[in-house]
């Protein structure tokens, strides 16, 4: 089945250290995206992606990088200058130019500082 | 700008009762509007979506939900509510050639045996 696989499911951090989280999806997708969700906040745009080997910042990119070297992933580093990474992050996929179809997610990752 | 407002954090239903979850929003020119679902500790899960005609659209599990250009409104409906409805809803809105959709901050649903 086509879809988006997010791992590990549950992440946890240690002082100064840096963590990559996987995004990788099979539906032929060109855009991607990572949020951040906390509670009671909705979803934030942390990196988005349109195409392979090009992304933009969202509106929190500050303390976090990605990458987008192949078409399936696009994975996401909560670099150490992130003082708090604590969060739900999700990501998600589209078609690519702007079209009317839905965004599909990934179940998620954990991420918790030690 | 694109904004969306879901202006209830929670609602509380009975099953089998209707239920509703509001939404507004602002964009510019005509818009792309989602619903999505959300249980605990999963992604979103796609319901339901307005882009032209109808103004009432049909969607997955029983939800529909009516467009109101007149009052920017795109308010989420089940005509008799399950306990298994309980989640987390998100309103979204995006431009027309926008890649970048704005959610709302959420609606909890509660649905009460």
């Known amino acids: 089945d086509g879809g988006i696989t997010q791992s590990p499911k549950y992440l946890f951090r240690k002082e100064g250290q840096n963590v990559t989280l996987s995004c990788e999806q099979n539906?032929?997708?060109?855009?991607m995206y990572w949020y951040r969700q906390d509670p009671g906040q909705g979803l934030r745009l942390i990196y988005y992606?349109?195409?392979?080997?090009?992304?933009q910042k969202g509106d929190i990119a500050e303390g976090y990088s990605v990458s987008r070297e192949k078409k399936e992933s696009f994975p996401l580093t909560v670099t150490s200058s992130q003082k708090n990474p604590t969060a739900f992050y999700l990501c998600?996929?589209?078609?690519?130019?702007?079209?009317?179809?839905?965004?599909?997610f990934g179940d998620g990752t954990r991420l918790s500082i030690l | 700008a694109q904004s969306v407002a879901q202006p209830e954090d929670q609602v509380n239903v009975a099953e089998g009762n209707p239920l509703t979850v509001k939404c507004t929003y602002s964009?510019?020119?005509?818009?792309?509007l989602f619903w999505y679902v959300q249980y605990p500790n999963r992604g979103l899960q796609f319901l339901l979506k307005?882009?032209?005609?109808?103004?009432l659209v049909k969607g997955s599990y029983g939800f529909e939900a009516e467009f109101n250009k007149s009052q920017t409104s795109f308010h989420l409906k089940k005509p008799s509510a399950l306990v298994s409805d309980s989640a987390l809803y998100f309103c979204?809105?995006?431009?027309?050639?926008?890649?970048?959709?704005?959610f709302g901050r959420g609606t909890s649903l509660i649905v009460h045996p």
């Open positions: 998600a996929s589209s078609m690519g130019a702007p079209s009317n179809q839905p965004q599909h």
């Open positions: 539906l032929n997708h060109d855009a």
């Open positions: 992606s349109q195409i392979v080997n090009d992304f």
């Open positions: 964009v510019s020119g005509n818009p792309y």
């Open positions: 307005y882009i032209t005609g109808d103004n």
């Open positions: 979204a809105v995006r431009a027309r050639g926008s890649y970048i959709p704005t």
